[in-house]
């Protein structure tokens, strides 16, 4: 006569496997198979060494190539969302996910931020102050740009070029451009992400306000290794 159990798809209870008092007289087999049934299950869950079955948890820890992946799979629970955990912040920025983590290594990854300033009213159609370069072959994360003095009468708009390839090469509409009375902007998607070692960085300006062109330009640009 065979027990029963609820163990493993649910949890066993004095009902299932008859809890006894003392002074029983009564012995049914029942008493006995229900409790040989619960410990069978256990263990066949926890598996026997080196076992091959797969809903173990001696195979889901101990298997070289078929261990617990968090992968969603059947037995294995629900997969692992890396851009819906949020890591603790420890210092860092706020609101990280592990897939910021790991995928982005936010956590780890050098940036450098290079401000470059123009003094003065900008002039239309021409290079603002000198090109500059860097020894080193880096990542432009993100730019951003202010006035002290915003445009008036017209947009003003620049762009910003690596040697002859603007950032913006396949939007020119996302490029730093400032309608009458705003003096900031910035952009964390530009087209062209890589900078290679030793080009030119070139700051142009395109259209500027017809009453004011806008003046003493900031610009910074953050790079990351």
Do not use: C
Not at 14 to 30: F, G, K, N, P, R
Not at 37 to 64: F, H
Not at 93 to 103: I, K, R, W
Not at 195 to 201: D, E, I, K, Q
């Amino acid at each position: 006569m065979s027990g029963q159990a609820n163990f493993p798809t649910g949890l066993d209870d004095d009902t299932s496997l008859y809890e006894v008092v003392d002074s029983t007289t009564a012995l049914i087999a029942a008493h006995h198979n229900n409790i040989k049934a619960g410990v069978i299950a256990i263990e066949r869950k926890l598996g026997i060494d080196q076992t091959s079955s797969p809903t173990s948890i001696d195979y889901r820890l101990g298997s070289p190539t078929n261990s617990h992946r968090h992968d969603g799979a059947s037995g294995q629970g629900q997969a692992i969302n890396p851009s819906t955990i949020l890591v603790p912040s420890g210092g860092q920025p706020s609101g990280l996910t592990l897939a910021d983590h790991l995928v982005d290594a936010n956590l780890h990854t050098k940036r450098i931020v290079v401000p470059w300033y123009y003094q003065g009213s900008i002039p239309s159609g021409a290079s603002l102050g000198a090109p500059f370069s860097f020894g080193k072959t880096m990542q432009v994360e993100s730019v951003s740009a202010r006035l002290r003095r915003a445009p008036s009468g017209a947009t003003t708009a620049l762009d910003i070029n690596i040697g002859a390839t603007s950032l913006w090469q396949a939007s020119q509409g996302f490029r730093p451009i400032f309608p009458v009375g705003t003096i900031g902007w910035a952009n964390a998607s530009p087209n062209l992400i890589t900078y290679p070692s030793g080009a030119l960085v070139a700051i142009d300006a395109d259209v500027v306000g017809t009453n004011e062109p806008g003046s003493d330009l900031s610009i910074f640009f953050v790079f990351k290794e």
